[in-house]
Each structure stands twice: as C-alpha cells, then as structure tokens.
C-alpha cells in the first residue's frame, strides 16, 4: 500500500462545477502539500499545511491531522483548472534531513 | 524575484553515457531537492540538500549523486545510463527544509536515454 494515496485518479467536470480530490496517507508528517502541474511539466506549490484549512482564490485545502486525510476543493470550477492535482506528504527524518512523498496525482478536466 | 532554473531542459543520451543536470535555487532558499518523475512510477524523492550537505537521500542506485555549492546551485550526476533512466527530472528549492517549507519548482530536464 502506498503511504500517500489520492482519489479519484481521473475526474471529469462541467464548468461552474464544485470539485473535491482527496487525499490519505499513513505516515507522520511536517506538513501536506498540494502541488498543481500543467501540460508540459511545470509544478506550481498550491498550498503547504500542517493543520486546519486554507483558501485561496477559488481553492480550499483542509486537512484532518487525527484522521490522516487531507481535501482539495475547487469551487466555481474553470477550463483553465485542468491539470494534474498531485498531493504530497513532507516528513523529518532521523538525520536531520526531510523528504517529500507523493501520490499518484488526480487528473482533472474541466469541460466548458 | 527570478524563479528556479534548470539546464539543460532537454537532453538525449545512449546507454552507458554520464549526464550532470544543474539548478540553480530562489536567491535565499538553502534547500534543493531533486525529484524524478516517470510516467510509470510517478515523483520520487531523490536528494535533499541543505547549506551544502546531503541531508537526504531516496532508495536510488549510487549511480545517481548529487553535490551543492556555497551558492545554494545544485547539481545531479547520473552515471552509467540505462534506457529506464528517461525521465523528467525536477529540483525545487525552499528557505527551509522541504518536509515543512513551500516548495518552488524548476522547469524541469527532460532526459532522454537511447
């Protein structure tokens, strides 16, 4: 079992639309990060949290520590929010170093 | 502010061949991780470096190294290619640790093993 695990893979939506990708992991974490990443590669930082939620612009992330699962939400939803929505989980090691480990991704098209 | 850059961004290889990716970090930013991502096994953590020490290190071969300068510019070594060794290669700096600091992402090398 991976130790961060997100659904839906794929997810397909109608503009205006209200989308949620979730996200579960097993290990103890820093922090969670939601990554965004455009055709062609490029990875954009969404939001970084360690507890309670956060909002910007059209985006909300929530995360639950006690249950190990975290929320992306996408209100209003637009064309231009198709991209891969990749969840990451930051960890301190032992020797001072940290990591981060990542899901899958969620695919999300969003059809005009 | 400029952002994280990477060079070269595309770069074709045979078999056997050694390549070195550079990136350079926000102005600032101590932390450079590096990251592969395959179509077949998603983002994995390579490296992380901070203040010029590997602090970290992913379940890579050793043919895969890496170092950081004094300023913060990192570079990774990959030698001996193999064909599964295509792949987008990523960097991404931060002021502190990537575990709990903001992640800023380069552009990406794009390498190719033939």
């Known amino acids: 079992k991976n130790e961060v695990e997100q659904s839906p893979q794929n997810l397909t939506a109608q503009e205006g639309e209200f989308i949620t990708i979730n996200c579960s992991y097993s290990?103890?974490?820093?922090?969670l990060h939601w990554l965004q990443q455009h055709p062609g590669g490029g990875i954009v930082s969404l939001f970084m949290?360690?507890?309670g939620k956060k909002k910007h612009g059209r985006l909300i992330a929530t995360i639950n520590i006690q249950e190990k699962h975290s929320s992306l939400h996408i209100t209003a939803s637009h064309p231009r929010d198709s991209a891969v929505y990749i969840c990451?989980?930051?960890?301190?090691?032992?020797?001072?170093?940290?990591?981060?480990?990542f899901g899958e991704g969620t695919q999300l098209t969003v059809n005009p | 502010k400029a952002g994280v850059t990477q060079t070269p961004r595309y770069l074709i290889k045979t078999r056997g061949q050694q390549v070195t990716l550079s990136c350079s970090p926000i102005?600032?930013?101590?932390?450079v991780s590096w990251y592969q991502q395959t179509p077949g096994q998603g983002l994995q953590f390579l490296f992380e470096?901070?203040?010029?020490?590997?602090?970290n290190k992913g379940n890579f071969p050793g043919r895969f190294s890496g170092r950081q300068f004094s300023n913060s510019r990192s570079e990774m070594n990959v030698s001996t290619l193999e064909l599964g060794d295509s792949a987008l290669y990523l960097c991404?700096?931060?002021?502190?640790?990537?575990?709990?600091?903001?992640?800023?992402f380069g552009p990406g090398t794009r390498l190719t093993v033939l």
């Open positions: 470096y901070f203040s010029e020490t590997q602090r």
């Open positions: 102005s600032g930013h101590r932390s």
């Open positions: 991404a700096s931060s002021r502190e640790l990537a575990g709990a600091d903001t992640q800023y």
């Open positions: 990451a989980v930051g960890r301190l090691g032992e020797t001072s170093g940290s990591r981060l480990t």
């Open positions: 290990v103890g974490i820093s922090a």
């Open positions: 949290l360690s507890s």
